[in-house]
């Protein structure tokens, strides 16, 4: 003690000084270490935060291109913001039951991690107002093989967009790719017999873009034509296409004939809804295929009173035909072109910015065996 007093002045006043500036530099670099810098994600989720409201769903600034890719980043950063509050067993709930009647209900088949495209969608084709009332859309997904952390993740999404069904395991596709299967396919198909009154379904994947508006308003033009009781059926038909065991389209469980019978391109097509309650009504008898477009094709086959409708207006094939102005579903599409498309549309009311044919098409001749049935032909769309 007698040291200590006996130090300067200036050491008696040093000391308590370094004492102090430690002690505030750690709670300094504990504030900073705690708040990390704003990043590039942290400001796109503030910059959605500031701007999106949490249940709403704007059209896009379709001006400002750059804008609209930021759109489904920020909504799916905010998403994960809360993901604590995301209880999979609360949202990942498939009881549905809506009491509203629809013209048209749209499934989308998808796969647990394709968030990014699910969000293009959301903000682009299905953004549309005018006929809003007249369908309900649904992204349909398998829960086999789900893994906590996907499951987190897509309960963090249906709790702000409500928009998911989830299958059981048994109705899951057999093959996680584009393709969806038979079992997945009447999985969706007895969803929305059971949870939504409709008159038509739009079966189509989530790397397809339709122009919904087209769709609604033909789809009344039939109705308006008291047609609607008639089993019915409207894509663009494949035929002739050789069947077997490996490859691509390879059918493991295929022994009818040498080629496939003719079905709709998987990519997208409208189902009336009394054809879905037929196919239903034989479900447990029905042979199912790894190939969801194939397997109904091979269902509807043997019965001569369902209406097929080849339409060239739909390119939704496995190789897209190019882009067309008169296409009003197209197939293989990223989350960008669909934004880009439907910015066309909005702006110019034309889906191509530039029209091209990358293959040719063919108009059905259902009067031709199924190996000539599609000869592809320049000139049709």
């Given at each position: ?155 963090c999404e249906n709790k702000q967009y409500g928009d998911l ?146 339409d060239v207006r739909f390119n939704t094939g496995y190789y ?62």
């Open positions: 003690m007698e040291s200590l007093c006996s130090c300067s002045p200036f050491v008696r006043g040093f000391l308590p000084g370094i004492l102090i500036g430690l002690f505030s530099s750690v709670l300094l670099f504990n504030t900073i270490w705690k708040e990390p810098p704003l990043t590039t994600e942290r400001q796109i989720s503030w910059w959605s935060s500031s701007r999106l409201p949490l249940h709403h769903n704007p059209p896009m600034q379709l001006s400002d291109h750059r804008e609209a890719e930021l759109i489904p980043i920020a909504r799916k950063l905010r998403a994960s913001d809360n993901e604590d509050d995301c209880n999979p067993s609360v949202y990942l709930r498939t009881q549905y039951l809506d009491q509203s009647s629809y013209l048209l209900v749209v499934l989308v088949h998808s796969t647990p991690r394709a968030s990014g495209t699910r969000g293009a969608i959301r903000a682009s084709w299905l953004t549309n107002r005018r006929s809003q009332t007249r369908y309900l859309a649904r992204f349909v997904i398998g829960t086999k093989n789900l893994t906590p952390k996907d499951a987190q993740a897509l309960a069904v989830m299958l059981p395991d048994d109705a899951d596709t057999v093959n996680p790719q584009e393709w969806s299967s038979t079992s997945k396919l009447l999985g969706s198909f007895r969803w929305a017999m059971d949870n939504v009154k409709f008159s038509y379904i739009l079966k189509c994947t989530d790397s397809t873009f339709a122009v919904i508006d087209t769709i609604v308003k033909e789809l009344e033009f039939r109705e308006q034509k008291n047609n609607k009781t008639t089993d019915f059926l409207w894509g663009f038909f494949a035929g002739g296409v050789q069947a077997g065991k490996e490859g691509r389209l390879s059918e493991k469980n295929w022994f009818l004939c040498s080629h496939f019978l003719p079905f709709p391109q998987g990519g997208g097509y409208v189902i009336s809804h009394s054809l879905v309650e037929l196919l239903l009504s034989l479900a447990e008898e029905l042979q199912h295929y790894e190939h969801d477009d194939i397997g109904l094709g091979a269902w509807i086959s043997p019965f001569n009173n369902i209406e097929k409708y080849h897209s035909r190019g882009c067309q102005n008169v296409y009003i579903v197209s197939h293989m599409e990223t989350g960008s072109s669909m934004q880009r498309k439907y910015s066309s549309l909005v702006q110019t009311g034309q889906v191509c910015q530039q029209e091209f044919m990358s293959r040719l098409s063919y108009v059905y001749n259902w009067t031709a065996p199924a190996n000539r049935c599609c000869v592809r032909t320049p000139n049709i769309p």
